[in-house]
């Protein structure tokens, strides 16, 4: 028997390591913090070296745009003066759309209502798989960081965190196929489920057959799952798919967010105020005023 | 001391291996699907140790990958594991020390990693992989992958041949 066991003990480790992978994938499923306490560790490892490679790269980057880049600036300068005066015709435009924006963002009580706070994060580190979509930020648990809170960036929603070190947070991005986040449609207040797909894509599923569903419809965190604040933006629907049969429609759906440009991110607290107020007038005009007041100006100036 | 060396070293490629494959290789080809550093290292493991302490370091690196990820613990374990018995089983029939035979065992054992990671997504999580983008995914990681093995390769191995110890792979 043990002569078996020498000769084939390549084969017979190799198994029984192949099931203990499956029991740890089965345990790890079961409890989502189990990857996390390793996690945290590694990244405290390799977050270091990212935010050293970071900083060399801003600073390239900085030496490029402020130094090299004035090489070719003479003969840049009179296209930029002719584009001056275009963009000063353009930009008294967009001055008049931020001053409506930031009026109605008062009438809605972004600012003072729904109190949103949350820490401002740099993205240092990418994703270590092709299969899994997540991104890492500067900021973790000395910061008051912790698994399980929102992340978003100018656009929209970008993911949740997921393994927080001292200094460093992990964050699953909703275009990973192991993200899910409960949704509703702006315009007509149908729900759904927005899951992420492999390909950095979004789709829109459990939505009824019956809702009123368009190509360019917002959709926005529906806040019902208790991780995403109400009214994050996730992005629109580009096309829909209704089968012959069957009680929903799936929809795919264009992100919001530019994941592979991210560079700056926002970190909601735990326990934020909603952003879509119970309001009456609030959600009438955030389901249906704002972006018809808003976007003509913008693509019509 | 020679192989308190070898662990060394090896950590000191794992961390720079999953900053490689992460964020390095991202900042310069935004979106783009890395090469797996991380099974480079199990085909090299596998090319110079296929031992039973082989396999239990395959293991160990698929298991540092997963908690690199911080989603799920096991997928690439088990690919590792999966990717190593393949490259043992197929370096005894192939002139292993050839760079385009590494890169060859490199590019199957790349794809046999994903299958068994992706097969493991849907199985546990449910994961629908059945798509051309999968294909892709699959396809790019594995042509990059192959490419860059030798390279990775005779890195280390240049340093092996310059120490008087030696690795005890």
């Not at chain 1, 480790?13 to 192949?18: G, I, Y």
């Not at chain 1, 912790?146 to 929209?156: L, Q």
């Not at chain 1, 007509?188 to 019956?210: D, H, M, S, W």
């Not at chain 2, 790019?140 to 110890?165: C, D, H, N, Q």
């Amino acid at each position: 028997m043990i002569e078996l066991f020498r000769r084939n003990s390549l084969g017979i480790t190799a198994v029984v390591l192949l099931i203990v992978s499956a029991q740890l994938m089965s345990a790890s499923v079961a409890n989502r913090e189990l990857p996390q306490y390793g996690a945290g560790l590694i990244k405290t490892v390799i977050a270091p070296i990212e935010q050293v490679y970071h900083e060399s790269l801003e600073s390239v980057r900085f030496t490029w745009n402020r130094y090299l880049w004035l090489m070719d600036v003479e003969k840049e300068r009179n296209e930029f003066q002719s584009r001056v005066k275009e963009l000063e015709k353009s930009n008294s435009a967009f001055i008049e759309v931020a001053k409506e924006n930031e009026r109605l963002r008062e009438l809605l009580g972004f600012k003072d209502d729904t109190g949103l706070k949350g820490t401002v994060a740099q993205v240092i580190g990418r994703s270590t798989s092709n299969w899994i979509h997540t991104i890492t930020i500067d900021r973790g648990a000395d910061d008051g960081i912790a698994s399980g809170m929102a992340v978003v960036d100018g656009h929209g929603l970008v993911g949740q965190t997921t393994a927080v070190s001292s200094n460093s947070a992990q964050i699953l991005i909703v275009t990973d196929s192991n993200s899910a986040v409960d949704t509703v449609i702006q315009r007509t207040r149908a729900t759904g489920i927005v899951e992420g797909q492999l390909g950095k894509r979004l789709r829109l599923r459990y939505a009824l057959r019956q809702d009123d569903i368009q190509v360019g419809d917002r959709i926005v965190s529906s806040g019902l799952d208790g991780v995403f604040p109400k009214g994050l933006v996730l992005g629109t629907v580009i096309s829909l798919q209704k089968e012959a049969q069957g009680l929903f429609q799936t929809a795919k759906v264009k992100p919001a967010v530019d994941f592979n440009r991210l560079e700056t991110v926002m970190v909601l607290m735990k326990n934020q105020a909603p952003i879509e107020k119970e309001n009456p007038i609030a959600q009438a005009i955030a389901a249906e005023q704002v972006t018809a007041v808003v976007k003509p100006k913008v693509s019509g100036e | 001391m020679s192989n308190l060396r070898t662990i060394i070293v090896f950590a000191i490629a794992v961390v720079f291996g999953l900053f490689v494959q992460g964020t390095f290789v991202r900042s310069f080809a935004p979106g783009a699907y890395a090469p797996d550093i991380i099974l480079i290292l199990v085909v090299m493991v596998a090319l110079s140790a296929p031992t039973t302490w082989g396999v239990v370091g395959a293991f160990v690196l698929g298991l540092l990958a997963d908690f690199s990820t911080a989603l799920f613990l096991g997928p690439n374990a088990a690919g590792a594991i999966v990717a190593f018995c393949f490259v043992v089983f197929w370096s005894r029939k192939v002139f292993a020390d050839r760079w385009f035979a590494v890169s060859a065992l490199t590019f199957v054992a790349s794809n046999l990693k994903s299958i068994v990671c992706l097969i493991m997504f849907a199985l546990y999580a449910g994961v629908d992989f059945l798509n051309f983008n999968s294909l892709q995914i699959l396809f790019v990681e594995a042509l990059g992958s192959a490419f860059l093995a030798p390279i990775v390769m005779k890195l280390l191995y240049i340093r092996r041949s310059t120490s008087s110890r030696g690795y005890s792979f």
